[in-house]
């Protein structure tokens, strides 16, 4: 889940703001960076449940420097705090509410807290510099300090609840989600890719005698696949129940293993010379059902073995009946 600069609707420069509307902004900055965190701990809850409560301690942190802007702003201004909030200042990363990233990974998630802190501890330093008020000013500087010690402050957090046995659970969860959101579906496509375009590619193959026709068939069939793979796998379930991610993301990826797992043998055939295309496609072959018994023996625990076998054969069968067709 990406950041990404977005500036639309009517905004203000940074340097046409005025010392209470600095302390409004601030205020309104800390509220939100204390809610994200405490979305990022609700959508880490069920799966990283010592890394969310690292956030809801961040969160906890925000809302204490809330209070302290608040109470200075009530000091100088009075009680009506205007609504300035991050979008109307020219500037700031516009971003992707945490309720629409219902995948994002905890890597990603953290990543994105540490840009905020950043972005914020940036805010502070340049707001610092702008007013003249020494309350105001000193301020702003211990928030500056705070926010820059807020990176030490997660990696304190995180060895505090996601040490030890708590690691090692978030991080075999953390496996668990990769292999359900990205590997599954890459072997699927792969296998499919693979596996069922033999037979078209050798049928016409050893019918025509021709590379650039083989290729051709070959080439439809791989991208054939990988259209149809892809859609038989986005449509097979939304990701909420079964922890598998987001449906695009799936067919796209087996999308993609599927169109390379056919173009892999379907490239040799380039080659003018009909002996030494097909022999390489067949080398090629051989190397493609090698890399899927290593994966399912690497991910889905199957002995590499027993994989390797179910493979070769289902594969040699396929080839084979290529031939026949392709001879008939």
């Known amino acids: 889940m990406s950041l990404f600069p977005l500036s639309f609707g009517p905004t203000k420069r940074f340097t ?3 010392e209470r509307e600095i302390l409004a902004l601030a205020i309104s900055l ?22 969310a409560k690292v956030f809801e301690e961040m969160a906890a942190e925000e809302d204490n420097h809330r209070r302290w802007l608040m109470e200075l702003y009530r000091r100088k201004f009075g009680d009506h705090i205007p609504m300035i909030r991050r979008e109307h200042v020219r500037g700031f990363i516009r971003r992707r509410p945490v309720w629409l990233m219902k995948h994002a990974d ?4 953290r990543h994105m807290a540490e840009s ?3 972005e914020t501890r940036n805010f502070y330093l340049k707001a610092a510099e702008r007013v003249t008020d020494l309350d105001i000013r000193d301020l702003l500087y211990r928030l500056a300090e705070t926010e820059s010690e807020h990176a030490s402050l997660a990696r304190r957090l995180r060895e505090r609840y996601a040490s030890g046995e708590a690691a090692a659970e978030e991080e075999e969860a953390a496996h668990q989600r990769f292999v359900l959101q990205y590997v599954q579906p890459g072997l699927l496509g792969l296998m499919d890719g693979s596996v069922s375009t033999l037979a078209p590619l050798f049928a016409a193959a050893f019918a025509t005698g021709d590379t650039w026709e083989t290729f051709i068939v070959g080439s439809a069939a791989s991208v054939g696949a990988g259209i149809s793979m892809g859609f038989a796998e986005a449509l097979s379930d939304d990701g909420a129940l079964t922890g598998r991610g987001q449906p695009w993301i799936r ?27 097909t022999f390489l496609a067949v080398v090629v072959v051989l190397v493609e059902l090698w890399a899927i018994a290593w994966i399912r023996a690497r991910y889905m625990d199957t002995p590499f073995l027993q994989a390797v076998y179910q493979v070769v054969v289902g594969g040699f069968l396929v080839f084979l009946t290529g031939i026949i067709i392709g001879h008939a």
């Open 116 to 118: 905020l802190e950043e």
């Open 16 to 18: 046409e703001l005025s």
């Open 106 to 109: 905890l890597k990603t998630i």
């Open 30 to 51: 800390e509220e939100d960076d204390a809610r994200i965190y405490r979305d990022f701990a609700e959508a880490l809850r069920e799966t990283f449940p010592h890394s």
């Open 251 to 277: 067919g796209v990826v087996t999308g993609v293993m599927t169109t390379i797992g056919g173009l892999g043998h379907t490239l040799p055939y380039l080659i003018p010379d009909f002996f030494w295309a």
